[in-house]
């Protein structure tokens, strides 16, 4: 089986999906990443190991850094840059998207569910685009295939909010109601990887301290969480 992760910025995957990741991969499954931007917009590092011109090519470094370890075998960088994608036609983006389908035929795409769980505009563009795409590359293909949105459950965000983590600088996270999240991915063998890949965002390493600490409050094993959000054809599910 082939994934294809569709994400924003380096560290996205990383950091909503790389236990699931490495889950497929272990298990001897392909998985391909589209990358809209490198990150030059993000944080420099605490002390800083980047300067605002020089970020976009370390980020770029962490990211494959980070591949390295939960098995991404290849990475295409669609060049965009950070902060941008909002002012961007969404049919641009999906054009080349659904080309990169096309070409590697994928069983499974995964992508941030509508609102980029951050709010982030990047991250809701990025959804977007990517669930377009999607529903043109599932009607061009004979075989069964399937797209998930990656999601935050309402009930983790309000465990995070009472214990004083709040991520709102893009908006106040929404969160995705536990009902509608169709698939929970059990991660907790290969968290210790999941935070080897985490940690290879040094530049981002405070957004990655933040986000240890919030999954630390969560009692009970380590789950990575998604909505199916289209298919071809029915069957089980490929998560």
Request: with cysteine; hydrophobic share 35%.
């Amino acid at each position: 089986m082939k994934v294809v992760l569709v994400f924003a910025h380096p560290d996205d995957e990383t950091f909503t999906s790389s236990g699931t990741i490495i889950n497929l991969t272990q298990k001897g499954h392909t998985a391909k990443l589209i990358m809209a931007t490198k990150g030059e917009a993000g944080m420099l590092g605490n002390p800083p190991v980047a300067t605002k011109k020089t970020l976009g090519k370390i980020r770029e470094r962490e990211l494959k850094k980070a591949a390295k370890v939960t098995g991404i075998s290849q990475i295409y960088f669609l060049d965009y840059l950070d902060g941008t994608l909002d002012t961007i036609h969404v049919e641009e983006i999906e054009k080349r998207i659904t080309s990169i389908l096309k070409k590697e035929k994928p069983d499974l795409v995964i992508t941030f569910e509508k609102n980029g769980i951050s709010m982030h505009p990047d991250h809701k563009v990025i959804s977007k685009a990517t669930t377009l795409g999607f529903k043109k590359y599932m009607s061009s293909v004979n075989k069964r295939v399937q797209l998930y949105h990656v999601c935050l459950p309402i009930t983790y965000l309000k465990i995070h909010h009472a214990a004083g983590y709040k991520y709102e600088y893009f908006g106040k996270m929404i969160g995705t109601p536990d009902d509608n999240i169709t698939t929970r991915v059990d991660v907790t063998k290969i968290y210790p990887l999941k935070e080897k890949a985490m940690r290879s965002h040094v530049t981002q390493g405070k957004d990655c301290e933040n986000l240890l600490k919030r999954n630390q409050l969560i009692p009970g094993k380590k789950y990575e969480h998604f909505q199916l959000i289209a298919e071809n054809k029915p069957g089980e599910n490929y998560l």
